[in-house]
């Protein structure tokens, strides 16, 4: 079962990022965009796993940890790097699900954000650590689904690789 729900998330990732950036005239892999491109509201999108790979080289370059590849207004997907320290969050009005791809880690989810601090221009609060949270090892294929409303951060970080897909939920 996990196997079939891995298989459908990344088909429509694989599928809705690419053709969404083609449409656009934009390269993934390439120079950078300034905005992610538009879901298509008419016609499905692909993208190439020979792009997300040059996608996370081109963040690792730049020392940067997420490109969003597309944006459907409600909701984006992104390319995302998970380092070692990155702050727990929790968002209030959106859900996050995240595809690892590659390296391994462990999630911490649920508990209380200690020290939570309001982030300008966004949804959601960052702090220094969770308090009581349930710990959860992740590693490549598995899918971590995160509610509004509960934290969530990640530990013993190795080569973490994830599609994020974000989406409002109120």
Known sequence: MRTLVFTMISTVVL????GAARARGIQAGGPAAQQAPQAPTDKAAYFANADIQAAWKDLEARQVINKRVLDGGAYSINVRIVKEGDAPLVHANSADVWVMMAGTATAITGGQLVDSKKRPNVDDAAGSAI???????????DVL?????VPH????????RAFL???DTK
């Open 145 to 149: 689904y995160v509610p509004p409303g």
């Open 131 to 141: 308090r009581g949270g349930i710990e959860q090892a992740l590693k490549p294929g």
């Open 165 to 167: 897909i974000r989406f």
């Open 15 to 18: 599928f809705g990022v690419w």
């Open 153 to 160: 951060g990640f530990k013993d970080v190795k080569g973490f």
